[in-house]
């Protein structure tokens, strides 16, 4: 059998980059609609002398084809321009490294919202959006920030003073003693941990200092110093992170508090498409329906009267109604109270069903058996249950939703709320 040659094979003429990729590749997409835009802006920013940038169109499209990819760091996004064939066409063969990636995704964050705007817009104009019910919800991400990088205002002060004029170049980390704070307003009041606690940050940026060539290190410390300074007078909060000062601290799934990002987005029921998003420091999504609703209209134009707005009930508030109200939309968010009814309250219509123990099977006034949908075994009460695993519940052949309560303690969620465990003994008839 013969095998299709492929080594030592050379090209007559180089190939066009376009045929090695496939003809319904979404980069083209991403070239088109990057195209379209307007970088006018730049182009005067750019005017002069100087050494020439990478012109922002290849780097739009660079960052837009890496989102879809889902590859946010810029090191690999430049490895992907000096390897990846479809990278290679969208940055038409430039290959800015990962510093020139990361410089213009911080310097420029007003272009990405735009570009995510253009994005909307698009989609809005080929028909994919319809407007007619949208759904808004936070999730909190985790900061890259650890818990024990986080200072009090009192103690961050008396750092910011030693930093701006004791910190200089050949101290030895060693020896930091408390007689290097003298001149330190406050250093006096704090108490033995807070003193450690500035000790043990000072000692990290001394080091930074001494192992810095340039002298710029120390300027940098002192920016990091006030940033964090301007977050307790933006916020009433009591401990701020050196890492990340705008991180804040909120209550996890987990029941523990870590410094994180409160992350909304609303998207469109039409399709699914994202048509708002927002990082805020908000512990609670109360204060971001309203922000929600006015970035779509920004993104989207004005909402039609009567589009149904749905999130649940950590959106609900006098002042969201009322606001939505207002601009006669149409809110589904449930109350807190209805949102955390228990099993037995959901229940529409009480019936009552008898169980037979010889055939172990429940029987409904009708005298139809009542199918069961799960069966497994718990370890920790051993006993046999049964229950619908998607809406814990039976269904009667009548279509009637019957529920069962078992009331005891569940010890991985903490609480008295579980409606899982079912056996002639524990069965409440309804």
């Known amino acids: 059998m013969a095998f299709i040659e492929s080594k030592n094979q050379f090209w007559t ?20 609609f990057v195209d379209e835009m307007d970088f006018s802006e730049f182009e005067i920013r750019y005017d002069g002398s100087g050494h020439p940038a990478y012109h922002p169109c290849i780097m739009c499209k660079i960052l837009l084809q890496s989102m879809l990819d889902r590859v946010r760091s810029s090191r690999a996004i430049a490895r992907s321009v000096r390897e990846n064939v479809v990278y290679i066409y969208l940055a038409e063969n430039p290959q800015p490294d990962f510093r020139t990636i990361s410089d213009f995704r911080k310097e420029n964050k007003k272009l990405i919202t735009e570009l995510f705007k253009n994005t909307v817009k698009a989609a809005k104009d080929l028909g994919v959006i319809g407007l007619e019910q949208l759904s808004t919800d936070g999730s909190m991400v985790k900061a890259s920030a650890s818990k024990n990088n986080v200072v009090l205002e009192e103690v961050l002060r008396v750092i910011g003073e030693y930093v701006k004029n004791e910190l200089k170049k050949s101290i030895e980390i060693d020896k930091v003693e408390d007689e290097h704070f003298g001149n330190c307003r406050g250093y006096d009041q704090l108490n033995e941990s807070e003193k450690h606690k500035v000790k043990a940050v000072v000692a990290k940026y001394i080091k930074q200092v001494n192992k810095d060539k340039s002298d710029t290190r120390k300027k940098e410390i002192e920016d990091i110093i006030k940033e ?33 990002y409160n992350t909304q987005i609303t998207v469109d029921h039409k399709l699914g498409i994202i048509v708002a998003n927002e990082i805020c420091q908000d512990r ?18 004005l909402l039609k009267e009567g589009t149904k707005i749905c999130a649940d009930n950590g959106c609900y508030s006098g002042n969201n109604i009322h606001f939505l109200n207002q601009k006669k939309l149409d809110p589904y968010i449930p109350e807190h109270e209805e949102a ?33 949908v799960y069966e497994g075994y718990d370890k920790e009460r051993k006993s046999n249950f049964k229950y619908n695993e998607e809406n814990d519940e039976f269904i009667c052949p009548e279509n009637q939703k019957l529920r069962f309560v078992y009331e005891g303690y569940d010890k991985e969620r903490k609480n008295t709320d579980f409606t899982k465990v079912l056996n002639a003994e524990n069965v409440s008839l309804v």
């Open 13 to 32: 003429l180089p190939p066009d980059i376009r045929d090695l990729i496939p003809s319904d590749h979404i980069c083209y997409l991403v070239e088109s």
């Open 228 to 260: 964090a300074v301007d977050e307790f007078e933006k916020d009433s909060i009591e401990k701020v992170s050196l890492t990340d000062h705008e991180s804040r601290f909120m209550k996890n799934k987990k029941g523990t508090f870590d410094l994180t």
């Open 284 to 301: 609670t999504d109360t204060y971001q329906l309203k922000s929600q609703i006015e970035l779509v209209e920004g993104n989207c134009g």
């Open 340 to 372: 955390t009814k228990t099993s037995t309250e959901s229940v529409d219509d009480i019936r009552f069903v008898q169980y037979n123990e010889e055939n172990d099977e429940f029987i409904c006034p009708e005298n139809q058996k009542l199918k069961f």
